[in-house]
């Protein structure tokens, strides 16, 4: 089949931008990985990044042109002109791209043809992100891209990557002319004010001391203090809803772990909802022993695309009720990803030192059996793998536990001899037969039990049998309308989805304070009812280097292991620094913060 038989010229009028169209991606390109107009581009590899982003893919010829050797800055007006003369593909240009994919020379381009060039390098695209390149432009649906089609995929890609710097530069000046308006405002109430929360009794009004505008590359200034009520004094700003009997329920239980390189993980969920409904959704740890540390855990709600790729941040359980962190919101028919969340102050890495080793088989003869310590504590386990408290485990849910403690997944095979050994209720394993499992290990194995060991240390026991490196937990969400369906999903991260997540909830809440450290680097503070959370945005287009110290707060513990922190954000970023608690909630607390941008 001819390529030329599909050329369409309105294609390529849709690729060249007129006169002001051009001006206008100079300016959105310019503001946003530059910044100010008046500031000159510093380097070709800046230049380079600007063009690509605005659609250009110049040649080293072309580049040498526009950056000699004697070149050191190149200014708006420059750039302009370049923008000019670098047009974007003309139909030459386009042919032979799409002969260069084309490898077979057939007149199509398939999946496996475009895969090979956007996931192998350059900017690399995920495969999702490829078929739905595809899918979104493939009129005949026959899964390859014929010319016109090809065409019509440059231009939505264009067209989507304009939008996305446009809604962005707009986030940025609508920041910009916020923090403006909020130091203009501050200026004219003084250099210091009380600050408030009309929930929280008096002893709690927070005062945030503002620092001056020093234009020294280190700034320091008087600290950021307030002081919040014992968490007990706190009353509950949340009630269940009244006819919650009566909603649709479903739930399950999950796990807190460490990975070997201290990074929580745990399970994550997908929340399923066929129709729009109120929901109110709970998350609480779980105590299996008398002596359990308690800790925070939180439950974040992101949407998910039917890619599999996690979307807008929704809320969180954000409102404190006892052990329970709760949620009432509205939600829309869809899929959503269900994160949880602690903070990481409660929840750290063993360090205690453990003298003695529990004793897990004893010889009986020929025979080894489980000690009663051994056995308290499988109990335990099965506990906390057995997801839907239903007293049994499925297949999927002793999967899960093979993955965590094995690193491998129950196939056929390995089903089939749990089903031909060990006790099983309506297919599902039962207690009885998880014991006789792992008594069944220690009898191959002749009583040796590093392999016991193995899965308990996975597990989160220490030598001692102490649970101290796990916290289970357990999350329920009532819908009004109709039954959601949710679904368990393996022990993992919560990555950059729940980095974003934090940082939005931060910003989006009525309980956050915030710091401008520099015109274009701001601390926010964020109080709940019993944890603050610490994010800097930095809005400027060069890196910021901040360093916060809380050494002088009161009744405080932090996520990290001391007091201080020294946090490089990205340029047009916000990051989550750290989190505090308090050491005993019987006991107001006082976060006491010098900040210092170097």
């Known amino acids: 089949m001819s390529v030329k038989s599909f050329k369409s010229a309105s294609n390529f009028s849709a690729l060249n931008p007129d006169e002001k169209s051009i001006d206008d991606e100079c300016r959105m390109t310019y503001k946003l990985i530059v910044g100010n107009m008046k500031d000159n581009i510093k380097s070709k590899s800046q230049l380079v990044q600007m063009l690509h982003h605005a659609g250009r893919n110049p040649s080293q010829k072309s580049l040498k042109t526009y950056w000699k050797d004697n070149t050191t800055s190149l200014t708006y007006q420059d750039f302009c002109k370049i923008m000019k003369d670098e047009k974007v593909m003309n139909e030459r240009e386009l042919e032979k791209a799409f002969k260069k994919i084309d490898v077979n020379g057939d007149g199509f381009i398939t999946y496996k043809e475009l ?5 192998g390098r350059g900017e690399k695209m995920s495969e999702s992100e490829v078929k739905s390149m595809i899918k979104e432009v493939d009129e005949d649906g026959d899964e390859k891209l014929n010319y016109t089609e090809f ?108 990975e070997e390189n201290g990074s929580i993980i745990s399970h994550q969920y997908l929340l399923e909802l066929p129709t729009a409904s109120t929901v109110w959704m709970t998350i609480k740890p779980s105590i299996l022993k008398p002596d359990q540390k308690v800790i925070d855990t939180l439950l974040f709600i992101v949407e998910q695309n039917d890619d599999g790729t996690l979307g807008e941040y929704v809320g969180y359980t954000h409102l404190k009720n006892q052990q329970k962190f709760c949620l009432n919101k509205s939600l829309k028919a869809g899929s959503y990803r269900l994160i949880p969340f602690t903070s990481g102050c409660l929840f750290k890495p063993r360090t205690r030192k453990i003298k003695d080793k529990a004793k897990l088989v004893e010889q009986s003869g020929d025979e080894y059996q489980l ?119 393996q022990l993992q991260m919560g990555g950059r989805a729940l980095d974003r997540a934090v940082c939005e909830s931060v910003k989006a809440t009525e309980d956050v304070q915030s710091s401008s450290i520099s015109q274009d680097v701001t601390a926010f503070y964020y109080t709940g009812d019993s944890r603050v959370t610490v994010a800097i945005q930095n809005q400027s287009n060069s890196r910021a280097v901040v360093k916060l110290d809380f050494g002088k707060s009161q009744n405080c513990v932090s996520n990290i292991n001391d007091m201080e922190r020294t946090m490089q954000i990205p340029p047009t970023s916000m990051k989550v620094v750290l989190h505090l608690l308090p050491k005993d909630e019987e006991e107001d607390w006082t976060i006491k913060c010098y900040e210092t941008l170097n």
């Not at 962005?168 to 004010?193: N, P, Q, Y």
């Open 115 to 119: 895969k090979k060039v956007l996931t």
């Open 151 to 258: 065409c019509k995929m440059l231009i939505s890609t264009v067209e989507q990557c304009k939008k996305k710097g446009a809604d962005k530069l707009s986030r940025i000046e609508h920041r910009s002319k916020d923090s403006k308006a909020k130091a203009d405002s501050s200026s004219r109430r003084g250099s210091s004010r009380d600050i408030k929360n009309d929930r929280r009794p008096s002893s709690s009004e927070s005062k945030i001391r503002r620092r001056d505008s020093s234009s020294s590359k280190t700034k320091k200034s008087e600290p950021v203090q307030f002081t919040l009520p014992a968490v007990t004094r706190v009353a509950p700003r949340v009630t269940e809803p009244r006819m919650l009997k009566s909603w649709h329920h479903v739930f399950s239980k999950g796990c807190f772990h460490f």
């Open 371 to 489: 000690t009663k310590a051994f056995r308290d504590t499988l109990t335990d386990v099965f506990e906390i793998i057995d997801l839907d408290c239903n007293g049994l485990l499925s297949r999927d849910e002793f999967s899960l536990f093979q993955l965590r403690t094995s690193g491998e997944a129950v196939d056929d095979d390995a089903w089939e001899v749990v089903e031909e050994n060990f006790e099983l209720k309506k297919g599902e394993l039962t207690k009885k037969g998880f014991m006789e499992l792992n008594q069944m290990e220690a009898n191959d194995e002749e009583g040796d039990t590093e392999d016991l060991w193995v899965t308990l240390n996975s597990m989160g026991f220490a030598d001692d049998l102490k649970l101290d490196e796990a916290c289970p937990y357990r999350i329920d969400i009532y819908t009004e309308k109709s039954r959601g369906r949710l679904k368990v999903l």
